[in-house]
Each structure stands twice: as C-alpha cells, then as structure tokens.
DNA sequence: ATCCAGGAGGGCC
DNA sequence: GGCCCTCATGGA
C-alpha cells in the first residue's frame, strides 16, 4: 500500500541538514544535500529540504503528527527563543544568524543516554558508527533508502542481553561496562525516564551520574537532548573553548562557565548551546 | 608519529 | 575539594 508523502511548506527557523548535523543526533545518514535518512522511534524516516519544502517520504499525515513533528520539535517558536536570547545576549546574533536553522531534537531518553555514554573521548563521526554498529547488530531491520540499510536502535530489554565481549565488539572500548551499568539501571528502574523529566535539573542530575561513565557533561547532554531540559547546558571541549573566546580572557574552569551560562542565557541555554557549540565548530573557534 | 577527540573514574594529597 | 593518570580506538 502506497502511503504518499507528507509535505510542510514555510516552516520558519527549520533546516533539516542543520538541525541533523549540529551534533545532537548520532542516527541519521545523509543521502545527498538536504536530504537525510533518521531513524527514531523505531521508525525510519526519508526526508528531504528544498527551499521552504520539507518532503517526508512514504509518510502519513498521523505518522508526522503522532511522531516528526514532536521529534523536530515544530511545535515550538524559535522566533520568541531567538528574541529572547538575543535580548540577554547580542554576542549570540552572529552565531544564531549562521545556524538560523537549527531545532532541538525531541530524542528518545535511552538512545541518548547509551550515545552520550558512547560520546566520551571521541569525534562525532566515530560515535555515529558505533551507534550503527549496536543498531546493525541489535535492532531491527527497518528498510533501505537506496542500498543503505537502516535499523532502529535496541531496546533497552534487547540489551540487557548483551555480553560485555559484544558490546567492546562494537568498539566501546573502556565505555562498555559503563554501558552495561546504564542498561541495568535503567531495565530495573533505577533510573526512570518519567521520574527525572519531572524532577528539577540538580535532582535529574544527581540521578543521571549514578550510572557509571555520566558525569556532569553527558548529564546535562541527556537532559537537553532526552529529557527536554532546555535550560542545560552541557560543557564539552568545543563550548569551554568557545566561551573562553567570546566571553573571558584566558582559561576559566567548567563551573565558572556554568554559571556564567546559566545566569546569562537562562531558561534557554540549551538552545544559546547549540547555537554557539555548531557554530564555534564550524569555525574551528579557539583552535 | 604524537596528539586529541561532544569525559569520567580512581588514586593521591 | 583539586591534580594527575588512565581508559580504547580512530583520525588528523
């Protein structure tokens, strides 16, 4: 049965390269310019960008309600986010104007727990292919965008199977018992994905670094990206170096910026972090 | 080749 | 608390 395509037009602050490629996600592939394939949800999307067109292939209209339009997050207005941060912080304009197209991700919580756990001491492309590597071998099968294969990536009851020799199989290297650490504790609800988007940010936290391997940077990366915690700022090598350049003189220590960071951007440091992360590396700020 | 990557744990003081 | 070393792997 032949499904149709869905189609948006003029959809304001939105480009699916940029918000694909700004370094949130780690499971998307991309088939030519401004046209990716996305796995979430246990889905696979064909999407693509032309102008103000955004074409979602083989997709039903209750499937971009029920799933796309919460995942790219296209019930939110960006302009009253852009004003707002713009209005704390000019010093943003440049870096907003470049990646005017940027949306946060509404990701799934234990993908992006496992990932960021992944992230540790590695280059993006490196973490998406051990994401693919775990989805190949463990997922499902869910179909091919010319001779590229796609799979979802495993629940967090198909992993707790999963031996430690198989998961350093998939190039983990020292992060695999920390993976394990996370798949236990989040199978026997120790940590629990309805418990923390309800908590305030130092209590989600504090639970996040119980798991082996989250500190307070892929902490605050699972809030922003799986949680909807939008007021996270994560802290990586990129951002200190990026925020040293724009806004001190010299080395500051992590918690100085997260400070800085929380009292100037606010309620929307997540957003002013993505900007200023996807843009800096672009750049190579600071390098 | 040496250094570094969307860091964090552990030992030491 | 801070400082230093280590962790596995690949790319520059």
Redesign the pocket.
Known sequence: MEKGNYVLNSVEDFDVGQTLE???CFHFKKIDENEYGVVAFGKLLHIKQENNFIIFYDTTEEEYENIWKNYFDLDRNYSEIKKYLLKKDNKLKLAMDTMWGVRILNQEFFEILIS?II?????????K?IVATISRKYGNYLGKIGEEEFFGFPSCERMSDISLEDL?EC?????AP?IMDAVSKVCDKTIDEAILKAANMNVCLENL?Q?????????N?VMLFGLEKREAF??????KRIMEFMYFEGEV?K?EIAAFAKKRFGKYGGYA??YL??YG?EMKMGK
């Open positions: 700004c370094g949130q960021f992230s540790q001491n590695k280059q993006i492309p490196h973490i292919q350093k190039k983990t290297g020292f992060r920390y670094q798991i082996k391997g989250v500190g307070e940077k892929i902490g990366c994560p802290i990586d090598v990129w951002i220590s918690d972090q993505q992360f996807y590396r």
